[in-house]
């Protein structure tokens, strides 16, 4: 393992004369809010690497510059949260980038498929899964933890030629620009404290029980980012929806609620929650927020629904593209109420080419769906 940072500059200066790189992380986020990185993991077609980011004294600002360098291609598999550590402790997104789990989507080989399933799928290799629950803080770890760690990036190298010359060939490669925009945009990783309440399901209705949550959602947002702990250490989801259908205006009503530990009320977090609780209800209505309202879904829009998801399925099977890639259910309700208006991805570039026109057509009576032997196929009219 590379363990001083002037190997570290070494190996990455050797890296960035490759076109592309293949990247991937172990971390451990059980007991923090911020991943804990324990070890990165590097490939070109010329070189493997092992970085320990836990050595004494290591420097990753080689691999840092490494990650801004825009001549070379950092190829990852499910990139979210390798992406968001390299953000949160370079304060840099990795540019450009290549997802291999959204490039297997758009080449058909399903939704979100795992990295093991793609290399048996592309290599015909079986990887080793049994070092998969290591703790990679503990040193030292063993040479089999460490084949095992390296394979994530030595058959990705194999597994991202394949898919690159798939996407050449079939003219697909600039379907993944959308995908990767999203992966590349700091907001994806930089959410603000008071988005936070957005994450959340939503249960509730009422602009003052939104609000509260909104409020309380925020505060837990921010206690966890200081204390570098899991948001539920903070408080539980379940704490946040009674608060804001109760709204506790002091700590003895807050003390009452089910969701809240004997005594919690008492500490300084309980206080904190209280005046959260009151600055919510102190706004004025008009700036509380509000939940989306749907269209009004005429009847027969759930049949409708129902053969835009056999259309989906057809087209998907048929151009080799997950489905999921191309629309999701909220994408085929608006479809069946709103038409040529649904402001949704599948309505719009290579999604709508491929699927948005015959959706348009079907829910237009332009398209059939029929039965042809034992198979469902679609017909013009």
Same mark, same amino acid.
């Given at each position: 393992?590379?363990?001083?940072?002037?190997?570290?500059?070494?190996?990455? &200066?050797?890296?960035?004369?490759? %076109? +592309? @790189?293949?990247? !991937?992380?172990?971390?451990?986020?059980?007991?923090?809010?911020?991943?804990?990185?324990?070890?990165?993991?590097?490939?070109? #077609?010329?070189?493997e690497v092992i970085v320990d980011p836990l050595a004494?004294?290591? =420097?990753? &600002?080689?691999?840092?510059?490494?990650?801004? !360098?825009?001549?070379?291609?950092? /190829? +990852?598999?499910?990139?979210?949260?390798?992406?968001?550590?390299?953000?949160?402790?370079?304060?840099?997104?990795?540019? #450009?980038?290549? !997802?291999?789990?959204?490039?297997?989507?758009?080449?058909?080989?399903?939704?979100?498929?795992?990295?093991?399933?793609?290399?048996?799928?592309?290599?015909?290799?079986?990887?080793?899964?049994?070092?998969?629950?290591?703790?990679?803080?503990?040193?030292?770890?063993?040479?089999?933890?460490? =084949?095992?760690?390296?394979?994530?990036?030595?058959?990705?190298?194999? /597994?991202?030629?394949?898919?690159?010359?798939?996407?050449?060939?079939? =003219?697909? $490669?600039? *379907?993944? /620009?959308?995908?990767?925009? @999203?992966?590349?945009?700091?907001?994806?990783?930089?959410?603000?404290?008071?988005? $936070?309440? &957005?994450?959340?399901?939503?249960?509730?209705?009422?602009?003052?029980?939104?609000?509260?949550?909104? +409020?309380?959602? $925020?505060?837990?947002?921010?206690?966890?980012?200081?204390?570098?702990?899991?948001?539920?250490?903070?408080?539980?989801?379940?704490?946040?929806?009674?608060?804001?259908?109760? &709204? #506790?205006? =002091?700590?003895?009503?807050?003390?009452?609620?089910?969701?809240?530990?004997?005594?919690?009320?008492?500490?300084?977090?309980?206080?904190?929650?209280?005046?959260?609780?009151?600055?919510?209800?102190?706004?004025?209505?008009? %700036?509380?927020?509000?939940?989306?309202?749907?269209?009004?879904?005429?009847?027969?829009?759930?049949?409708? /629904?129902?053969?835009?998801?056999?259309?989906?399925?057809?087209?998907?099977?048929?151009?080799?593209?997950?489905?999921?890639?191309?629309?999701?259910?909220?994408?085929?309700?608006?479809?069946?109420?709103?038409?040529?208006?649904?402001?949704?991805?599948?309505?719009?570039? *290579?999604?709508?080419?491929?699927?948005?026109?015959?959706?348009?057509?079907?829910?237009?009576?332009?398209?059939?769906?029929?039965?042809?032997?034992?198979?469902?196929?679609?017909?013009?009219?």
């Amino acid at each position: 393992m590379i363990e001083t940072t002037d190997a570290l500059a070494e190996a990455c &200066q050797i890296l960035a004369k490759s %076109d +592309f @790189i293949t990247i !991937d992380t172990e971390f451990l986020r059980e007991t923090t809010f911020w991943p804990e990185l324990c070890l990165i993991q590097m490939a070109s #077609p010329d070189l493997e690497v092992i970085v320990d980011p836990l050595a004494k004294g290591i =420097d990753l &600002q080689p691999f840092f510059e490494l990650m801004a !360098d825009s001549s070379v291609v950092k /190829v +990852f598999h499910a990139a979210r949260q390798d992406i968001e550590i390299v953000f949160h402790l370079g304060n840099l997104i990795p540019h #450009p980038i290549f !997802d291999t789990q959204v490039a297997a989507m758009v080449c058909g080989f399903g939704d979100s498929v795992s990295y093991d399933q793609l290399v048996q799928k592309v290599k015909g290799v079986h990887i080793d899964k049994s070092s998969r629950f290591t703790d990679w803080s503990r040193r030292p770890l063993s040479e089999k933890q460490l =084949d095992y760690a390296l394979a994530d990036v030595t058959h990705l190298r194999d /597994v991202y030629l394949k898919l690159k010359e798939e996407l050449e060939r079939e =003219d697909r $490669a600039s *379907w993944l /620009v959308e995908e990767m925009a @999203i992966l590349e945009s700091r907001e994806t990783y930089d959410m603000h404290p008071d988005d $936070a309440w &957005q994450r959340l399901k939503m249960r509730l209705r009422k602009p003052q029980e939104l609000a509260v949550m909104k +409020f309380v959602a $925020a505060w837990r947002e921010r206690e966890a980012r200081s204390r570098n702990v899991p948001r539920s250490r903070v408080l539980k989801d379940d704490a946040i929806f009674e608060i804001a259908q109760q &709204q #506790p205006k =002091d700590t003895e009503a807050l003390g009452r609620l089910r969701t809240i530990p004997k005594g919690w009320e008492r500490s300084s977090a309980g206080s904190a929650i209280v005046e959260a609780v009151n600055a919510a209800l102190a706004l004025p209505k008009a %700036d509380m927020p509000q939940v989306p309202r749907h269209s009004h879904t005429p009847d027969g829009a759930a049949s409708a /629904v129902e053969l835009l998801k056999v259309l989906l399925r057809l087209i998907s099977e048929k151009h080799g593209v997950a489905a999921k890639m191309i629309a999701n259910s909220d994408d085929l309700d608006k479809i069946a109420v709103e038409g040529e208006q649904a402001n949704v991805p599948a309505m719009h570039g *290579w999604r709508r080419e491929l699927f948005g026109e015959a959706a348009l057509k079907l829910i237009g009576g332009g398209i059939a769906l029929r039965f042809a032997g034992k198979r469902i196929e679609a017909v013009e009219l």
